[in-house]
């Protein structure tokens, strides 16, 4: 229990810590609730392929090997950097999309970002987020297995552990994405969204280049 709180403590702090993750759904938030839990989901989603990955020893192998570490990082980096620009880019079309989105909503129908298709990719940016970042590696493969009792069954106890990162993850991401719908007028203006996205897209390319950087230097993460 003593292992299990100050678990806890680490992962909500983690959390608390803005990362890729936090901005790919803090952008998604600015299109509508949906569009920010399909992020959220996605990023957990990738959580727990991380996790599976650590019970069957592949993160381990992974976090290990230099070269397929830093190949990891690197793909991580350019991801970012490019979805950091593409939010950007498309902020200067936020005008004809915001007159579409009226258009939209006289007409009854559901926002472009809201639509099937818009839902999918905020789900797809989340998990690839997640996927991409080294830093869950290494979460995964140091922190965890620092609250594993010797003990007991090494499996069972980072599945447990790594299923309660997941569950308070996608309660904090909740409560972060109804709480941004409080502005939900407010990030509906044209104006508002623009540099919504422009700061968001900003950070993201910042990280990528940051975690460039890293790689290019071979420092650790």
Same mark, same amino acid.
């Given at each position: 229990?003593?292992?299990?709180?100050?678990?806890?403590?680490?992962?909500?702090?983690?959390?608390?810590?803005?990362?890729?993750?936090?901005?790919?759904?803090?952008?998604?938030?600015?299109?509508?609730?949906?569009?920010?839990?399909?992020?959220?989901?996605?990023?957990?989603?990738?959580?727990?392929?991380?996790?599976?990955?650590?019970?069957?020893?592949?993160?381990?192998?992974?976090?290990?090997?230099?070269?397929?570490?830093?190949?990891?990082?690197?793909?991580?980096?350019?991801?970012?950097?490019?979805?950091?620009?593409?939010?950007?880019?498309?902020?200067?079309?936020?005008?004809?999309?915001?007159?579409?989105?009226?258009?939209?909503?006289?007409?009854?129908?559901?926002?472009?970002?809201? @639509?099937? @298709?818009?839902?999918?990719?905020?789900?797809?940016?989340?998990?690839?987020?997640?996927?991409?970042?080294?830093?869950?590696?290494?979460?995964?493969?140091?922190?965890?297995?620092?609250?594993?009792?010797?003990?007991?069954?090494?499996?069972?106890?980072?599945?447990?552990?790594?299923?309660?990162?997941?569950?308070?993850?996608?309660?904090?991401?909740?409560?972060?994405?109804?709480?941004?719908?409080?502005?939900?007028?407010?990030?509906?203006?044209?104006?508002?969204?623009?540099?919504?996205?422009?700061?968001?897209?900003?950070?993201?390319? @910042?990280?990528?280049?940051?975690?460039?950087?890293?790689?290019? @230097?071979?420092?650790?993460?």
């Amino acid at each position: 229990m003593p292992d299990l709180v100050g678990f806890l403590v680490v992962v909500m702090i983690a959390y608390v810590i803005p990362g890729p993750d936090f901005f790919i759904i803090l952008q998604s938030s600015a299109s509508g609730r949906r569009a920010g839990l399909s992020a959220a989901i996605g990023a957990q989603t990738g959580l727990a392929v991380h996790m599976l990955l650590a019970v069957f020893g592949l993160s381990a192998l992974l976090a290990k090997s230099a070269m397929a570490f830093s190949i990891v990082k690197a793909a991580g980096a350019v991801y970012l950097i490019w979805l950091g620009i593409r939010i950007i880019w498309s902020s200067r079309k936020g005008r004809a999309q915001s007159d579409g989105d009226d258009q939209s909503r006289k007409s009854g129908n559901d926002r472009p970002d809201e @639509t099937a @298709t818009g839902l999918r990719d905020g789900f797809l940016r989340g998990l690839l987020t997640n996927l991409l970042n080294p830093k869950a590696v290494v979460f995964f493969v140091s922190v965890i297995p620092q609250f594993v009792d010797p003990s007991g069954s090494a499996v069972d106890q980072i599945l447990l552990l790594g299923t309660v990162d997941i569950v308070i993850g996608v309660l904090w991401w909740c409560a972060l994405v109804l709480l941004l719908q409080k502005f939900a007028s407010l990030l509906k203006r044209t104006t508002v969204r623009r540099w919504w996205d422009r700061a968001t897209g900003s950070l993201l390319a @910042t990280a990528g280049a940051v975690l460039g950087y890293t790689v290019a @230097t071979s420092k650790a993460i």
